[in-house]
């Protein structure tokens, strides 16, 4: 019971800082042992402005246009990973799980330029990328350099032998916008909490049609591929 | 990070890549035998760095790739006897055996479970005295020793419930037959953590007899950057030797405390490599003063000779005899996600590697 009051409690915090209303609920209780734990489903109903429509279907990105994310990568499923496998080792990654429609809007509000939204969630920003590329046909160049990643995930990143752009995030949105607007995009994204580490991470490219490249820090190039199954921590 | 970003500086890898375009004259091929070294070359991009006359072919060091599907199918006919569990390091959950792998057994509600360490197993078998744990070790000499720990532990501890089935595998065996063969490579980037282990002696009929370079090479851009251009030295030079790059971990003599548990546990055995066959004294057998924690000896299950996979060319691909577009399966039949042959099972295996960059 005392899991649950916390859970309806944090709940309602969120529901008034996203200032979004919970209109109904409804709970079922199945017999004991058929369902170990509390599962929660939520649905929610929004709206596309009609200016707006055209943020989640890809259409009229081009070469040159920036990719922009609102902080940084990989937390989320760290976070999960560590609290659900036995790690020996403790880590200080939390997860990025929040609400990002106040965000969305100010950026929507003071620009025009938006031309793509999605949420980097399961396969992480590496599977978005790629089906952005398959979708537009267009070329997709990352710098690695300029990805924002804590510390603690890098760190983790490398005992486990996981690219921290296949993991998952929950608070995070990247975007595409038109250069025109970038540096704009960003700074008012940076006003925002929520997007204070924003950064440009890369920009589409005619080049290496439908495939996403990375230049890597050190100043190489490797192509990024989509998640397949599961990540597993790596022996090598 | 410290100890890491030194060895990922961008000038340093520069600075090495325009040292190598400057001396490298000969047509040459390198060899990296470990698994981590393909990833790190694959993930730092370096193969685009280098003059195109040096060519770098990945060999059979990656222990998810080269275990059997012998292995596997014993792992699985494990998993399915009443109140077992199975550990295992992550990534050889996807390994396809005869029929299934370890992930769709898992699937199918068999305790299956992923560790990071082999004493996560013991600690397991501690915690649930009425179940059999039963841990996955594979790995070359690198992860042996720790198997070998954790064995001589459980034996300290009286443990009558913990057990392992060891595919582990010793290195230099494998390299040297494939030098039999007649693979045409020009020298060897070693595996550092091998070598952090055993030494340097083991590589040095390679040198002296084979007349190839070994340079036992770190894992990082810079290390494995420094590591072609002491090969190419060599080449140019015409002097193959034993060299260590990776100084700051590898000593001539290696590590003596984990030789002594390697020595003290196991024993070599004529070992099943996928795509090779079996390879004389390649592989670790646990001494029969452990034997009562060797899985083999205490569980009893039946399982068939594999059959290789049909038209599965993996074995010709380890040598460095043919690439992956030379098979009728390559991105037909098997893929990352629904691997055939051993090299498209790890990300890391050759046809993995070739399957990203197809165009």
Redesign the interface.
């Known amino acids: 019971m005392k899991e649950l009051e916390l859970i309806v409690r944090s709940l309602a915090e969120e529901a008034v800082k996203a200032q979004v209303i919970v209109v109904t609920g409804d709970t079922k209780v199945v017999n004991k042992g058929k369902c170990d734990k509390l599962f929660i489903n939520t649905a929610g109903i929004g709206s596309v402005r009609k200016e707006n429509r055209l943020v989640s279907k890809a259409r009229n990105i081009q070469p040159g246009d920036l990719i922009i994310i609102n902080g940084t990568i990989g937390d989320h499923g760290l976070a999960v990973m560590s609290a659900r496998e036995s790690f020996n080792f403790k880590t200080p990654v939390v997860s990025d799980c929040a609400s990002l429609n106040h965000l969305i809007r100010q950026m929507l509000d003071q620009s025009s330029r938006v031309k793509f939204m999605r949420d980097p969630t399961r396969g992480g920003v590496a599977t978005v990328l790629n089906e952005l590329a398959g979708k537009t046909g267009l070329g997709i160049e990352i710098d690695e350099s300029a990805l924002p990643v804590t510390r603690g995930v890098t760190a983790m990143c490398e005992l486990l032998g996981f690219d921290p752009l296949h993991i998952a995030n929950e608070g995070k949105v990247l975007i595409v916008a038109d250069p025109v607007e970038g540096d704009h995009i960003l700074e008012i994204m940076k006003k925002n909490n929520l997007g204070k580490q924003s950064a440009i991470i890369g920009r589409i490219t005619g080049d290496h049609p439908g495939k996403v490249m990375l230049k890597t820090e050190t100043g190489g190039r490797r192509i990024i591929d989509s998640l397949t199954g599961d990540l597993l921590p790596r022996i090598c | 990070?410290q100890y890491?970003g030194e060895y990922?500086?961008?000038e340093l890898?520069?600075a090495i890549s325009e040292e190598l375009k400057k001396i490298s004259k000969k047509e040459i091929t390198l060899m990296e035998v470990?698994?981590?070294h393909t990833?790190a070359i694959?993930?730092?991009?370096?193969?685009?760095?280098l003059p195109h006359n040096i060519r770098l072919l990945s060999g059979p060091g990656?222990?998810?790739c080269v275990s059997s599907q012998y292995f596997i199918d014993t792992a699985i006919a494990y998993s399915k006897l009443p109140g077992v569990i199975i550990t295992t390091?992550?990534?050889?959950?996807?390994v396809p055996g005869s029929v299934s792998s370890l992930?769709k057994e898992k699937a199918n509600g068999h305790d299956i479970r992923?560790?990071?360490?082999v004493?996560?197993a013991l600690e397991m078998a501690r915690n649930n005295p009425e179940k059999q744990v039963i841990f996955l070790g594979?790995?070359f000499e690198?992860?042996a020793p720790a198997t070998a720990a954790a064995i001589i532990e459980a034996k300290k501890e009286k443990l009558s419930n913990f057990f392992v089935l060891s595919a582990h595998k010793v290195m230099p065996p494998v390299m040297k037959a494939l030098v039999e063969e007649g693979i045409k490579i020009d020298g060897f980037i070693a595996p550092g953590h091998v070598s952090a282990i055993t030494g340097t002696a083991i590589y040095n009929d390679l040198a002296t007899v084979c007349k190839l370079g070994v340079v036992i090479a770190g894992f990082e851009?810079v290390d494995l950057m420094q590591a072609i251009l002491m090969l190419v030295r060599q080449a140019e030079s015409g002097s193959p030797k034993v060299e260590i790059q990776y100084r700051r971990v590898v000593q001539d003599e290696g590590n003596k405390i984990a030789q002594a548990l390697l020595a003290a546990v196991f024993e070599l055995k004529d070992d099943r490599w996928r795509g090779l066959g079996i390879i004389p004294k390649s592989g670790l057998k646990i001494r029969d003063n452990f034997s009562s924690f060797d899985a083999e000896k205490h569980f009893t299950v039946s399982v068939q000779e594999p059959v290789d996979p049909k038209g599965c060319i993996c074995g010709l691909i380890l040598r460095g005899l043919k690439t992956p577009n030379d098979c009728s399966l390559f991105a037909k039949t098997c893929t990352?996600?629904d691997p055939v042959g051993a090299c498209m099972v790890?990300?890391?295996g050759t046809c993995a590697t070739y399957y990203?960059?197809r165009s």
Do not use: N
């Open positions: 990070m890491i990922r500086k961008k890898i520069l470990c698994g981590g990833m694959h993930r730092f991009g370096l193969q685009t760095m990656c222990p998810v390091y992550g990534d050889l959950i996807r992930e992923i560790i990071y360490s004493l996560e594979i790995g690198t992860t851009p990352p996600s790890s990300g890391e990203k960059y």
